[in-house]
């Protein structure tokens, strides 16, 4: 049978002793009791609840300063709970999962219970998965931190992850790498994986540099013509030229491996997937290759003008070129499965997600498609010239242009989210750009490397502002990863020396 409830209303004198069972409050022995003290606290207990409030009322207002502090210092106590600590831990855990990062960094020092809770190592996993930040090897073990305490591994990848975006919004930007190579000519294409960079050049060769010591680990010498395309992945390059091969590269020995032979001009472009690489040339064809044997698998014949970019997801491929036109292929049956069109002047850029394909032209417009039925879902206006670079990450797209300007764009609806201009905007035309989790970085013809919020589209600072800037030094392409950015400069009147810079956002967490 259930019990009746019981009314368990208590005085504030229980209450205080309540909190200190086994303990009756410590009294005033400095006075006596006033003779009369008794008898004043027994009509108090007699009035109503009502009756007694207004007496407190008016008693408050006969009283000095002083006493309505000693007031204080006794009542406020006994209303102060730490009700997480009385929590089953696993919905205190569930309480301080609702924090920012930064209030559960103030709650650690509230006390040593609150310290345990809030080093929680599935806490701050879910934290870091917020902000996509991955755990790093050299945390999988966890450390002790102090008697008691175990360090949270992904509390210290967090950590680490906010110290470099400090780092790239407003840390001291120490003197870059310099990689002088190539002589006087142009860069014209830019790899970086790991701590490998690869820089192709019209001088006819490749070079691979370590990222960490700035070293030409290997220069790869074999093109009779200026090298316009590459890719790379671990230890193999791959590199296209304007003397109609590709060549297949061991980047650790130098050693050129396989020399592809098929196209009848220009190899502009190329995209890598597993050990198939997709050609794109000058020819108006593509050609798909085995890397490991160096046989063409395929030839992709439809477009009637050179092929200017090219993407290859492993199942489809698709290409822009100069006939105002793109295509979706099924590399295993040559068959082109669509044509799309739409644009009123040559594709210089795509971007492709296995579900989206994004392009963009010389006739100002970026138009988004879907590859399934070949759709054209958005087109894209804003822009006042060709858009020479893309990228595109979970529906959000970056576009750089020749009239100076980056847009960011959300392709699911068409709408542009925010433009990338103001008083710190690029001088000429954009070069290259790349997104890093909350940045968006910018190279340009007018000598400078600028740094944006991706969020907001507010500039934040310039990474690289070269001297000859505006008098011909300009920055052709850059590559970045989550603590470096890579930049080829140089110019085309003698103004800056062709190089790499390499600039180093990276924390050391000791």
């Known amino acids: 049978s259930l019990s009746p409830c019981i009314n368990t209303a208590t005085t504030f004198g229980d209450l205080r002793n309540g909190n200190i069972p086994g303990q009756h409050r410590k009294r005033i022995t400095s006075v006596a009791p006033p003779s009369d003290l008794q008898e004043w606290l027994s009509i108090f207990q007699k009035w109503s609840g009502p009756e007694k409030l207004l007496a407190l009322d008016e008693l408050i207002d006969r009283c000095e300063t002083s006493q309505i502090k000693y007031m204080m210092q006794v009542i406020e106590p006994q209303f102060q709970r730490d009700f997480i600590s009385l929590l089953p831990k696993e ?4 309480v301080l999962s609702f924090l920012e990062p930064r209030d559960l960094l103030r709650a650690a020092q509230t006390c040593r219970y609150w310290r345990i809770l809030a080093e929680d190592n599935l806490l701050w996993r879910e934290k870091c998965r917020e902000e996509v930040i991955e755990e790093p090897l050299y945390l999988r073990r966890r450390r002790m931190l102090s008697t008691g305490f175990m360090y949270s591994p992904w509390k210290s990848a967090f950590m680490r992850q906010h110290k470099i975006d400090t780092n790239w919004r407003s840390g001291e930007i120490k003197p870059p790498k310099v990689l ?10 830019l790899q970086f994986s790991g701590n490998r960079i690869l820089s192709g050049s019209d001088d006819n060769t ?7 010591t700035g070293e030409c680990v290997q220069t790869l010498v074999g093109h009779t013509g200026g090298v316009w395309s590459s890719q790379m992945r671990g230890n193999i390059v791959i590199s296209g030229s304007t003397d109609r091969t590709l060549k297949v590269w061991n980047a650790e020995t130098g050693e050129c491996i396989h020399t592809l032979y098929g196209h009848a001009s220009t190899v502009r472009c190329m995209h890598l997937h597993g050990n198939k690489v997709v050609s794109g040339s000058r020819d108006a064809t593509l050609r798909v290759w085995d890397i490991d044997t160096g046989r063409c698998l395929h030839t992709l014949l439809g477009h009637v003008a050179a092929v200017r970019c090219v993407q290859y997801d492993g199942k489809r491929v698709v290409s822009g070129a100069y006939d105002y036109t793109v295509k979706v292929w099924d590399p295993e049956t040559e068959a082109c499965v669509h044509t799309l069109q739409g644009h009123t002047n040559r594709v210089y850029s795509l971007q492709y997600d296995g579900v989206h394909i994004v392009s963009g032209s010389l006739d100002t417009s970026i138009r988004v498609w879907d590859a399934e039925n070949g759709n054209c879902l958005h ?7 060709l858009t020479s670079g893309m990228e595109l990450k979970d529906n959000i797209l970056v576009s750089g242009n ?19 201009q103001g008083p710190n905007k690029h001088q000429s035309a954009v070069t290259c750009l790349q997104f890093i989790q909350k940045f968006v970085v910018t190279s340009s013809d007018d000598g400078t490397v600028k740094l944006w919020d991706l969020k907001t589209g507010e500039f934040i600072r310039n990474l690289v502002a070269l001297e000859s800037g505006g008098s011909g030094g300009v920055v052709w392409r850059l590559r970045a990863s989550k603590t470096k950015l890579i930049c080829a400069v140089g110019s085309r009147n003698g103004t800056e020396e062709t190089k790499l810079l390499v600039l180093d956002f990276d924390v050391d967490m000791k």
């Open 402 to 420: 020749a009239d100076s300007t980056v847009k960011i764009w959300d392709i699911k609806t068409g709408q542009c989210l925010q433009t990338l």
């Open 91 to 94: 919905l205190a855990l569930y």
């Open 180 to 189: 002088k190579g190539h002589d006087d000519h142009v860069i014209t294409c």
């Open 379 to 385: 087109t894209l206006m804003g822009h006042q010239s």
């Open 206 to 212: 490749l070079k691979v540099w370590s990222a960490i």
